[in-house]
């Protein structure tokens, strides 16, 4: 089964910390694409990266900074130096050769940055 | 260039009562889902278009739901005889092409309330 595990329901944290969201998968498939969407009060998902199975690159942009490890199944996102704007639910999330165009979603981290 | 639109963006209706629900892709992008958000059960995937026709339903939770899309273009979720347990937010994404890999790009959202 394919599946998407976030086991961070809520993390709080004071500006200027960072933080890690931890994302864990399960798919038989060899060939998938790992996503992360931030959903701001506003309600809406705000597309943050894609990476796909192939690609255990690392990659930072600016703040952010995702890590990719296959032999974990991880897909775990750093935010540096934190702000009250990065105040959201983030979700993780999943698609497969074999499921079709849909996503699957973990259940996402409240964060909340303090001052 | 715009995004998702979605309309309305919040919905309060009376048990029995039909409810539609109407996405408008971001210009140019092919393919269309549609997912719901509710406490109990996280974000699911509800269906798929690609063009007008509906290549994956199987997230439709009864058939007092149903979908279409017209013009390749707008579409419109349809709930008969609506249910407490229909409350939620229903969310509208889209991409750019029929590949499964495409980034699904999400609009603000329709809040349903049935009373």
């Known amino acids: 089964a394919q599946k998407v595990t976030q086991a961070q329901t809520e993390i709080s944290v004071v500006e200027k910390e960072d933080v890690t969201l931890d994302c864990v998968y399960e798919?038989?498939?060899?060939?998938?694409?790992l996503f992360w969407y931030k959903q701001p009060p506003s309600g809406e998902l705000v597309f943050l990266i894609r990476r796909n199975s192939f690609d255990e690159q690392n990659e930072i942009s600016g703040r952010y900074s995702w890590n990719f490890q296959k032999s974990t199944s991880s897909f775990n996102f750093t935010i540096t130096a934190s702000q009250v704007v990065d105040s959201a639910v983030y979700f993780c999330?999943?698609?497969?050769?074999?499921?079709?165009?849909?996503?699957?979603f973990g259940t996402g981290t409240q964060l909340k940055v303090e001052l | 260039g715009a995004g998702v639109s979605q309309s309305p963006s919040n919905k309060v209706t009376e048990k029995g009562k039909d409810v539609e629900l109407r996405c408008d892709p971001i210009s140019g992008h092919t393919a269309l889902y549609w997912y719901r958000q509710s406490l109990g059960q996280g974000l699911e995937f509800l269906i798929y278009f690609q063009g007008n026709s509906a290549p994956d339903k199987s997230g439709l939770p009864s058939d007092r739901f149903s979908a279409e899309r017209t013009g390749g273009s707008v579409s419109t979720l349809t709930i008969q005889r609506t249910q407490q347990e229909d409350s939620a937010v229903y969310l509208c994404?889209?991409?750019?092409?029929?590949?499964?890999?495409?980034?699904?790009?999400f609009g603000p959202g329709t809040r349903l309330t049935v009373l």
């Open positions: 999330a999943l698609i497969f050769t074999g499921g079709g165009n849909k996503l699957t």
């Open positions: 798919t038989r498939d060899t060939t998938y694409y």
């Open positions: 994404a889209s991409s750019q092409s029929r590949g499964w890999t495409d980034t699904q790009y």
